[in-house]
């Protein structure tokens, strides 16, 4: 099963810019469509944006649209997450995932490796 490895996080001030980083262990990577979730402290894990397995098509939640940009690179097994114009919503632990399609979805069932997790805070 592939492994993921997420980093980038940190501590940021309102309107300022994070760029998170996935590194995964396997060439399978590149079979299958990559997401990042978020979930903030009491709350359940929501998708926040996600990348087809070919890199052409991306998805994000209506709460980062415009603001987020996901890219892939299946030469280095990574993904990334852009964030701009961060705001204090944004704070939450994120996570990287692998999922079972090549298509986006936004269910966490429909991904099968998930990544330890990396913080993200945002002071006002």
């Known amino acids: 099963q592939v492994q993921l490895v997420e980093s980038g996080g940190g501590l940021v001030q309102a309107g300022a810019s994070l760029r998170l980083s996935c590194a995964a262990s396997?060439?399978?990577?590149?079979?299958?469509?990559m997401a990042w979730f978020r979930q903030a402290p009491g709350k359940e894990r929501e998708f926040a944006a996600g990348?087809?397995?070919?890199?052409?098509?991306?998805g994000y939640a209506d709460s980062v649209q415009g603001r987020f940009t996901i890219s892939r690179d299946n030469a280095k097994n990574t993904v990334y997450l852009q964030m701009n114009r961060l705001k204090p919503e944004d704070t939450a632990v994120y996570y990287c995932?692998?999922?079972?399609?090549?298509?986006?979805?936004?269910?966490?069932?429909?991904?099968?490796?998930w990544g330890q997790g990396t913080q993200v805070t945002v002071s006002s």
């Open positions: 990348v087809s397995q070919t890199g052409a098509r991306t």
């Open positions: 396997e060439r399978t990577f590149s079979s299958s469509a």
């Open positions: 995932a692998a999922s079972t399609f090549r298509v986006v979805t936004t269910t966490p069932s429909h991904y099968n490796a």
